[in-house]
């Protein structure tokens, strides 16, 4: 992960007093457990170049966190891209030049456009190059992004999903910098840390003299803060902006990130819920579980359920506690989200009218006998998470060999992205592979059923809007009885 910053033209050796770095010795230190290294390849007074980067130890990105219990925690690009963990990295070394404040006889210096060139990356970002562009072009840059070619063995995919930046045009090196460590966040939209109020004040600081007036403004706050909640609140204290006060009215109350958001999670853990207290704001999740235990309530036959990809078994265990259910089956890939089920189930025991729910590591790729001809079979928010074209064959094995009496499946619906704000080409979560619109939904429920002995109903979960329906669709799949007895 790395920042090549490139000056040229007169004076353009004065960027190294701007950033209060000496060209002829290496800046090398340690910071928040990254190598931090600064080195002029280049140094005259016509060019000056200098490049940043950062070496994280991939073993302390993990093992100070709940998620080291779980090995998959270190198969990530973290160590690698550049993104808001290499931002924290070097922002206490950019210290001087972001907060404009070098020696007394270069403070002039501080207001100088200088012909910049910035080179950064690896990039791992969801935004299209359209949108990438549309982050930096209107701050005066000229941008070039480097997408390279991939090569598989095997059809997958054949470009990379990575990409180099490099920006060029004017600006002042305090200016350049802070759009930088503003921006390279909301194109990775990876957050390490608890996202707070504090966010309010580096948007204010990094974005002053340019945000206000950015056409994607909505795009970067929405990004950077993550959380309705958070977003109100900055734009309420904002209220001075006739820009700010517009977009109020378009903020809902349920958080654009899905169940399986770590941010989210992060937040929840912050702010514990006393179990059973009644919330002003019901979130969407809830919702979900709620639309799903109404289904399976009024059903005839509910004694055997199998949860599959039941995360950390909030599902399951409000399931445990339903009159009529005799097992559950909570199946998951992940050992960490287990554990933490295991912990929650563990809890059940306190009430007297509650089963425990049996916690399997297993996947939706590998058959398992002894989940076949349960009674219901869940599957909530996880479909998106599967490859499209394995998709197929996943729902062709469930409806032929796994065969449950009723199917609950539950993905979110694409036009419903609009009322977030959302961007056209945006995802809801990191790790979805698609987002559908209802129309795409019932079309795929359709063609998994078409030879096998089930019948299928739509329905929305959420607030509903007009012209863009509910924010989470759900498909109940009931098997016929004639040939489940055949």
């Given at each position: 992960m790395h920042i090549t910053l490139k000056a040229t033209g007169p004076h353009a050796g004065m960027i190294s007093h701007l950033l209060a770095k000496n060209p002829y010795n290496t800046y090398d230190r340690t910071e928040k457990g990254a190598r931090v290294r600064m080195v002029y390849t280049v140094f005259t007074e016509e060019e000056a170049e200098i490049v940043i980067q950062a070496s994280p130890d991939s073993i302390d990105l993990v093992k100070n966190s709940p998620d080291s219990y779980d090995i998959t925690q270190y198969i990530n690009d973290r160590e690698f891209v550049t993104s808001s963990l290499f931002c924290t990295y070097i922002r206490g070394s950019l210290g001087t030049a972001l907060n404009g404040k070098p020696k007394e006889d270069y403070v002039g210096w501080v207001t100088?456009?200088?012909?910049?060139?910035?080179?950064?990356?690896?990039?791992a970002s969801d935004l299209p190059n359209s949108v990438v562009e549309g982050l930096f072009a209107p701050l005066g840059y000229q941008v070039a992004i480097e997408r390279g070619e991939a090569d598989y063995s095997f059809q997958l995919k054949n470009r990379s999903t990575v990409r180099y930046v490099t920006l060029s045009g004017h600006q002042t090196?305090?200016?350049?910098?802070?759009?930088?460590?503003?921006?390279?966040?909301?194109?990775?939209?990876?957050?390490?840390?608890?996202?707070?109020?504090?966010?309010?004040?580096?948007?204010?600081?990094?974005?002053?003299?340019?945000?206000?007036?950015?056409p994607l403004r909505e795009l970067i706050i929405r990004r950077t803060l993550r959380f309705t909640n958070l977003i109100e609140q900055f734009e309420q204290s904002d209220s001075a902006s006739?820009?700010?006060?517009?977009?109020?009215?378009?903020?809902?109350?349920?958080?654009?990130?899905?169940?399986?958001?770590?941010?989210?999670?992060?937040?929840?853990?912050e702010q514990p819920q006393e179990e059973g207290k009644q919330q002003p704001t019901v979130r969407l999740n809830e919702l979900r579980y709620q639309a799903i235990m109404d289904v399976i309530r009024k059903l005839p036959r509910r004694q055997k359920i199998v949860d599959f990809?039941?995360?950390?078994?909030?599902?399951?265990?409000?399931?445990?506690?339903?009159?009529?259910?005799?097992?559950?089956?909570a199946v998951e890939p992940s050992a960490y989200a287990q554990v933490r089920a295991m912990e929650r189930f563990a809890k059940l025991e306190r009430?007297?009218?509650?089963?425990?729910?049996?916690?399997?590591?297993?996947?939706?790729?590998?058959?398992?006998?002894?989940?076949?001809?349960?009674?219901?079979?869940?599957?909530?928010?996880?479909?998106?998470?599967v490859d499209e074209h394995r998709l197929n064959r996943v729902m062709k094995t469930i409806v032929t060999e796994y065969q449950p009496g009723v199917l609950i499946v539950t993905t979110p619906n694409r036009e419903y992205?609009?009322?977030?704000?959302?961007?056209?080409?945006?995802?809801?979560?990191?790790?979805?592979?698609?987002?559908?619109?209802?129309?795409?939904?019932?079309?795929?429920?359709?063609?998994?059923i078409a030879e096998a002995p089930y019948s299928v109903a739509l329905k929305g979960i959420g607030e509903e809007v007009e012209g863009f329906g509910q924010p989470t669709q759900m498909a109940i799949f009931t098997r016929r009885k004639e040939q489940k007895e055949a």
């Open positions: 100088h456009p200088f012909a910049l060139e910035l080179s950064f990356g690896p990039v090196v305090q200016y350049a910098l802070r759009q930088l460590l503003l921006l390279i966040p909301v194109l990775d939209n990876y957050k390490h840390y608890y996202i707070s109020e504090e966010e309010f004040d580096k948007l204010r600081r990094y974005g002053e003299g340019w945000l206000p007036e950015h006739a820009e700010t006060k517009s977009t109020k009215k378009h903020i809902e109350k349920d958080t654009v990130q899905a169940q399986k958001d770590k941010h989210e999670q992060v937040q929840q853990q990809g039941s995360g950390e078994g909030k599902l399951s265990a409000r399931l445990a506690r339903m009159t009529g259910i005799e097992e559950i089956w009430h007297a009218d509650a089963i425990s729910p049996t916690p399997m590591m297993g996947s939706l790729f590998y058959y398992d006998e002894q989940l076949r001809g349960k009674d219901v079979m869940i599957l909530c928010e996880v479909i998106e998470h992205n609009e009322v977030y704000r959302m961007n056209q080409q945006e995802l809801r979560h990191g790790d979805h592979r698609f987002e559908w619109s209802r129309s795409e939904f019932q079309e795929r429920c359709e063609q998994w």
